[in-house]
């Protein structure tokens, strides 16, 4: 890979990031769309095969938020009967 590119790549993702930080996220975004541009431009073929299994990906990550999200019920459901616990037996004494 050129030097530039690899320049442009670094700089595009670092300032993304600080976009991102300082809370500009469509600005962080273009940004981070040029640098993804610049090295989709460099490996032409591992980006097709990464867009033709996207979907798969995506399955892949709405299960594993379902589980997230089951998990974090259950965690909320348990905390709110504890609490409840608690508050009685507070008004026991």
């Known amino acids: ?6 320049a442009v790549i670094a700089g595009a993702a670092g300032t993304a990031a600080i976009l991102a930080i300082k809370g500009r996220r469509p600005a962080a975004v273009l940004v981070g769309s040029v640098g993804l541009a610049v090295l989709a431009s ?16 995506l399955r892949q990550g709405t299960r594993y938020m379902d589980i997230a999200m089951k998990i974090g019920s259950k965690i909320e459901e348990f ?8 508050f009685e037996e507070l008004g026991e004494y």
């Not at 460099?42 to 990906?57: K, Q, V, W």
């Not at 905390?79 to 608690?86: D, F, L």
């Open 1 to 6: 890979m050129e030097t530039w590119k690899q």
């Open 79 to 86: 905390s709110e009967n504890r609490a409840a616990r608690a």
């Open 42 to 57: 460099e490996y032409p073929r591992e980006f097709a095969r990464i867009r033709e299994e996207l979907p798969s990906y």
